[in-house]
């Protein structure tokens, strides 16, 4: 019996070869198609893993590069076992019994699911001297009203060394060079990209991300162009969060076209290609037609590349143990204000939660992971923008100098020793919206 999972409509077929070389007969080939969303299958692994207390042997195929960390978390985690293996990138995986017969498969996505096993799987593998040989098919099968099929073969080594999969590209002889081709639509008005910029992003689930922001006019001058590309600052802008597999977990689309720009948005647009190489990212991104969201259109189909330097982020720095009192909820105001003439001292850690909002500050998000705090007002940018800057002020916060405002937007960057906020304000209906990026604060409630 194959089991579905009712996301989207899923046809999987293969055929192309591409070999996957750390000794020369390393070799998988396939085409994972999804709809009409096609996946060239070009990297692949093979390792031991354990159900029922017996070894089996699992093939996972994918398009990019294939996280072993992930597998060998897996297997510690479910004691040998990868049932719980749950990778965000495209990838087909095909289980084994030690004699060879095919027992399960499962295929992963965008967001669409499908496993199974039973008649419509067959598939065989020879495992001989640490190597493993064989071919998997799931014939004609229709969940969904869709035909779901695939034919792989595979030559693999068992093991998870990364030397499994294509070796990484040789690094630049020169410079990367940026560039951006494709289109950006937004209510059927085309908007041209010219410029792409990528940076470490804060970690995201406890992995590395990246962003990305893709824009009309020049950026390179700013070391962190998002902020400003979320308002417009750099014209009509694309900008994503994304981890080292390619999978998106933010997007925000700034087009002139929209009454609504600024919009988040990552359902709706996948990574068809990405590649982190040698000194610079390589991918393409596309929503695979138009999309409506805030009734509001716009399509993406862009491919690019950018310099990037790989390498692990730098760990934060403890917060020192001294603290300020804090409020005893997370959207309560504070019960008094600083007084103006009497800066709060700037050597503990600010508590996050006697931050001084605006008294008509409502609807207060807390967003600890990425260390983010939203809310909206009554109030209109600039008052809003004024007020929380004096009051800011008087807690011992000082600009950072470069801030911005105006009466559609405003950008305010300030630090108190070495905890920083970057306060973005924004119209929305007949007030405000706020969103403040922190770093260095203490995110420990009081009681």
């Not at 579905?4 to 192309?16: D, K, Q, R, Y």
């Not at 993406?300 to 590349?305: P, T």
Request: charged share 20%.
């Amino acid at each position: 019996m194959v089991r579905t999972v009712p996301m989207l409509a899923l046809v999987v077929v293969v055929s192309g070869a591409n070999a996957l070389v750390a000794a020369p007969e390393n070799r998988a080939k396939g085409t994972l198609l999804i709809g009409e969303k096609t996946y060239t299958l070009s990297q692949a692994v093979a390792y031991e893993t354990k159900a029922d207390d017996e070894t089996r042997v699992s093939v996972v195929l994918s398009d990019r590069k294939i996280s072993t960390d992930k597998i060998k978390t897996a297997l510690r985690d479910g004691d040998g076992s990868d049932d719980d293996l749950r990778l965000t990138q495209p990838h087909v995986r095909l289980v084994f019994q030690k004699s060879g017969t095919i027992e399960t498969c499962s295929v992963w996505a965008d967001n669409t699911m499908f496993g199974g096993g039973g008649d419509s799987l067959s598939g065989e593998l020879k495992m001989v001297d640490g190597r493993v040989e064989g071919q998997a098919k799931l014939h004609d099968v229709s969940p969904l009203d869709t035909v779901t099929s695939f034919d792989i073969q595979f030559n693999l080594l068992v093991g998870l060394d990364t030397k499994q999969q294509a070796p990484p590209a040789a690094p630049p002889t020169k410079p990367v060079k940026a560039s951006v081709t494709g289109t950006f639509m937004g209510n059927g008005k085309p908007a041209k990209l010219a410029f792409v910029s990528a940076r470490r992003g804060e970690p995201f689930n406890d992995e590395p991300s990246i962003v990305l922001v893709f824009s009309e006019k020049d950026q390179a001058k700013d070391s962190k162009p998002d902020f400003k590309a979320g308002f417009g600052e750099y014209g009509s802008a694309l900008i994503l969060s994304v981890h080292e597999d390619g999978s998106i977990f933010g997007c925000q689309v700034v087009h002139a076209a929209h009454a609504k720009s600024g919009f988040s948005s990552i359902g709706g647009i996948r990574a068809a290609a990405f590649d982190v190489g040698s000194g610079r990212i390589e991918g393409h991104f596309t929503t695979d037609g138009e999309k409506t969201t805030f009734d509001e259109t716009w399509s993406v189909d862009l491919k690019f590349v950018v310099p990037f330097q790989t390498g692990t982020l730098a760990k934060k720095a403890p917060a020192p143990s001294a603290r300020p009192a804090a409020r005893s909820s997370a959207t309560a105001m504070p019960k008094t204000k600083p007084a103006a003439d009497k800066p709060a001292a700037t050597s503990a850690a600010v508590n996050v939660y006697a931050l001084p909002f605006p008294a008509d500050a409502a609807n207060i998000e807390y967003k600890q992971l990425v260390e983010q705090i939203t809310f909206k007002s009554g109030s209109s940018v600039q008052k809003l923008a004024g007020s929380f800057a004096k009051a800011l002020a008087a807690q011992g916060w000082k600009s950072g100098g470069a801030d911005l405002v105006t009466a559609n937007s405003a950008i305010l960057n300030l630090n108190r020793g070495d905890a920083t906020l970057t306060i973005m304000v924004k119209p929305s209906g007949s007030g405000s919206q706020t969103t403040i990026f922190t770093q260095g604060l203490d995110w420990e409630k009081k009681q």
